[in-house]
């Protein structure tokens, strides 16, 4: 992986949510849902997203 700041957040979570970006530009919503399933099983956590487009947790 890249060395970025992270502003405070855990490895666990900057890892899930760079495989999340990578499966959602490579294949989409079915990318994601594949993205959660591999950080879920590597013990990284799941990233959600709401369906409100001006949710400030999402965006």
Known sequence: MFRRKTGGVSAAETAARTV???GQKIAGERGGK????VTSA????RIEHCNKPDCPDCN
């Open 20 to 22: 999340q970006a990578a």
């Open 42 to 45: 590597l013990g990284l956590g």
């Open 34 to 37: 594949a993205a959660n399933r």
